[in-house]
């Protein structure tokens, strides 16, 4: 096998395969190198495998509050081994399918893990004990991703206290589970097992779960765990824990007082550090900031010609489709096509129950601009689909400028704000106005018509709701 490319991508994730695949159909003789299995941590276990988990948790919270539509459903019960085989089949296919896109379009997987020696050169440690080098004449892509944060005294032990990774393949359902961390993972994680009737606590260290997302729209979400028999601890600090052979004790602390959670296991969740260190990265002279990120320019080069990064490893927000767009503009870039990162906005997705889209500014981030803003918002409980489907929490929410009207932010909070959050990111992107989202004629009855709605409310003109 030659070892001898033009260009060199190192991480075979999101960004990192995307990238591979793209370069090799711009005509470039690209390797991939990847550690573990392709598709990163996105597709093995994290986005795709805990969606499968999130799918089948709503389906069964459905099964158990359809009689009051009149449809009677008894004996509903979770085979978790079951349900673990069909979501690692998921896995499989779509692994399976990465591997054969690179194959298909040219790309070379190299299986292993890699170490620059220099600008030109990785040095690969194969799966099998063996070593190679490989060489780029053009480039080299760091594309390593992130890793899940440990904090000391709650080190992973696979079984009592775990990760995400072990999260999403859990073999029975615990009786009591204590998050530590109210970030996206830990709530998506932690209400999936909560469905399935584990008694849970979320335990966060700021004034609030999900920072940085819109307040309004968290504020739902929050109401729904404790709706559902679930504690939330804000302003609490995790201190330590206490395993024994069948239960954890966790030691937490807020405002100087004490507290002990008694549970089956503890879910740590506190965020994802990027994978930049112990690569050969400093000893080349790359750049990386205090939190260990690749600086990176809009055509994701580095400040040493030849290497660029992409995805997790080269800055937040840490999303898969960022990853995967910056690894299309990235093989452009070498490619000497005209591309760049000048994205508008990048859009987030929480899958909690209910789910929050959003995309653009929030209006603390309007407000830090000195923006004068108008906002719109329109409750799903006034909707018609939503009444339909029984899925009537949350609201969309549309943030315009005061004077041109021009959309400056949509967050929405309930069913299907996965879907429906792409509609507000074409808006952004194409500096549209409230006007042009209220003129547009959403079909009828959907989901959609709430953002047709809002931006109505926004302008202050909504037809199916009191205008403030």
Known sequence: MSDQFEAIVLGGGPGGYVCAIRLAQLGIKTACIEEEEVGGVCL????????????????YEKAHSISAHGINVSGVT????????????????????????????????????????????IEVTEKTG?????????????????????IPGFEFDGKRVIGAREAVSLKEIPKRLCVIGGG??????????????????????????????????????????????????????????????????????????????????????????PRSRGIGLEELGVNIDARGFITTDAQCRTNVPGIYAIGDVSGAPMLAHKASKEGEVCAEAIAEKNAAKDFATIPGVIFTHPEIGTAGLTEAQAKEQGLEYTVGRFPFSAL???????????????????????????????????????????????????????????????????????AAGALGHAVHMMNR
Not at 130 to 137: D, I, L
Request: proline share 3%; with cysteine.
């Open 44 to 59: 093995n276990w994290g986005c795709i495998p805990s969606k499968a988990l999130i799918a089948n948790a709503h389906f």
């Open 78 to 121: 979770v085979d978790v081994p079951r349900m673990q085989e069909w979501k690692d089949g998921i896995v499989r296919k779509l692994t399976g399918g990465v591997r054969g896109l690179l194959k298909s379009n040219g790309a070379t997987l190299i299986e292993g893990r890699g170490r620059l020696l220099d600008k030109n050169t």
């Open 130 to 150: 063996g070593k190679r080098r490989v060489t780029a004449s053009k480039a080299i892509v760091i594309a390593t991703g992130s890793a899940t944060i440990q």
């Open 184 to 273: 996206v993972i830990g709530l998506e994680l932690g209400m999936v097992y909560q469905a399935f009737g584990a008694e849970l606590t979320v335990v966060e260290l700021t004034d609030s779960l999900l920072p940085g997302v819109d307040p309004d729209c968290v504020r739902v979400v929050e109401r729904a765990i404790t709706k559902r028999g679930g504690k939330v601890l804000k302003n609490t600090k995790a201190e330590g824990v206490e395993k024994s052979n069948d239960s954890v004790t966790v030691r937490v602390s807020s405002g100087g007082k004490e507290e002990r959670i008694e549970c089956d296991q503890v879910l740590v969740a506190v965020g994802m550090k």
């Open 384 to 454: 018609g689909r939503a009444m339909s489907i029984a899925e009537t929490d949350g609201f969309v929410k549309v943030i315009a400028e005061k004077k041109t009207h021009r959309v400056l932010g949509i967050h929405i909070v309930g069913p299907s704000a996965s879907d429906l959050i792409s509609e507000a990111v074409l808006a952004i992107e194409m500096v549209a106005t409230a006007d042009d989202l209220a003129l547009s004629i959403h079909p009828h009855p959907t989901l959609g018509e709430a953002l047709m709605e809002a």
